[in-house]
């Protein structure tokens, strides 16, 4: 199986300012057809996952465009251009590349 | 409302047997694959199990093959989850999420139910 590693685990934040997590996968995402097999979902307090960004750096319906998903291959980055309270939460990447699809262990993002 | 409604978690004692199930509402349900998700206390998401929308494709997680069983019902709008053996490791929330064919993601997940595997 892929394993998806994130870092950093925790991730302190000051509304406003920017922040950014890091997802590597032990395997390429990248498939043929071109596009990255890479998913982020983010888990807020209490709450089911939902689905933030799709095929590395598409953003689902609903979510601010202050997120972005970026990268290629095995290294990804997720962004949050300006931190928002709503933001705090615990972010996972997936690969869906396999069939037995992957999380990385989470980046949980706090307010300072 | 679009929406997947999981059922059927409780206690039950190292080696018994749990069925879950998942409702889904306001989408076309044969027209997704669908999957399982668990997530023990405290900890991170760990995928189970995958079935496709015709019920034809069935894969597992190591973890589980072997005790676990997933099926779905179309026409009665049900996907389910047997567990058998079930172990202390087992105690998790465990999540059914609805997954296109393209692209493919996660895009609609439910509350969860818990599963605690205690004696």
């Known amino acids: 199986d892929i394993v998806m590693t994130q870092s950093p685990l925790s991730l302190p934040v000051t509304p406003g300012e920017p922040a950014s997590m890091s997802c590597k996968s032990s395997?390429?995402?990248?498939?043929?057809?071109?596009?990255?097999?890479l998913d982020w979902y983010v888990q807020k307090p209490g709450q089911s996952p939902q689905l933030l960004i799709y095929l590395g750096s598409n953003r689902a319906s609903g979510v601010p465009d202050r997120f972005s998903g970026s990268g290629s291959g095995t290294d990804f980055t997720l962004k949050i251009s300006r931190v928002e309270a709503e933001d705090v939460g615990v972010y996972y990447c997936?690969?869906?590349?396999?069939?037995?699809?992957?999380f990385g262990g989470g980046t949980k993002v706090e307010i300072k | 409302e679009v929406q997947l409604v999981e059922s059927g978690g409780g206690l039950v004692q190292p080696g018994g047997s749990l069925r879950l199930s998942c409702a889904p509402s306001?989408?076309?349900?044969?027209?997704?694959?669908m999957n399982w998700v668990r997530q023990a206390p405290g900890k991170g998401l760990e995928w189970v199990s995958y079935?496709?929308?015709?019920?034809?494709?069935?894969y597992y997680a190591d973890s589980v093959k072997g005790r676990f069983t997933i099926s779905r019902d179309n026409a009665k709008y049900s996907l389910f989850l047997q567990m058998n053996s079930l172990r202390a490791e087992d105690t998790a929330v465990y999540y059914c999420a609805r997954e296109g064919r393209w692209p493919p993601n996660f895009d609609l997940w439910g509350q969860g139910t818990l599963v605690t595997v205690s004696s």
């Open positions: 306001g989408f076309t349900f044969s027209d997704y694959e």
């Open positions: 395997q390429s995402l990248l498939y043929s057809n071109g596009y990255n097999y």
């Open positions: 079935i496709s929308s015709s019920g034809r494709t069935i």
């Open positions: 997936m690969q869906v590349l396999q069939t037995h699809k992957t």
